[in-house]
């Protein structure tokens, strides 16, 4: 089992920055390719970003790609999200997520483990 926390998240103006963290457990974090996704109210949950297991293949939702950035520090277990010129569609709660396949992947079905989420709120 692999538990995921989140933290980072809050109210935010318009065009401001949030870095989300989302530090896991239970299992070695290395071996993890982690994503982050969000769901606004109403709206079902949509992919954001992932990184590789070593860090050093990204991908990113054409809706985030230019800014948001995913990072992991795997002596800390830890996943972050660095989120730039926000806007009030980016309203939502952020989720990460864990997958124990080799491979990124954008399709939330692969991801086995999810954290609680962390609310995201931009006032315009």
């Known amino acids: 089992q692999v538990q995921l926390v989140e933290s980072g998240g809050g109210l935010v103006q318009a065009g401001g920055s949030l870095r989300l963290s989302c530090t896991a457990s239970?299992?070695?974090?290395?071996?993890?390719?982690m994503g982050w996704f969000r769901q606004a109210p109403g709206k079902e949950r949509e992919f954001l970003a992932t990184?590789?297991?070593?860090?050093?293949?990204?991908s990113y939702a054409d809706s985030v790609k230019g800014h948001f950035t995913i990072s992991r520090d795997n002596a800390k277990n830890t996943v972050y999200l660095q989120m730039s010129s926000l806007k009030p569609e980016d309203t939502a709660v952020y989720y990460c997520a864990a997958d124990s396949g080799p491979f990124s992947t954008r399709r939330r079905s692969q991801y086995d483990y999810w954290g609680q989420g962390t609310q995201v709120t931009v006032s315009s």
């Open positions: 990184i590789s297991r070593g860090g050093d293949v990204t």
């Open positions: 239970g299992r070695t974090f290395s071996n993890l390719v």
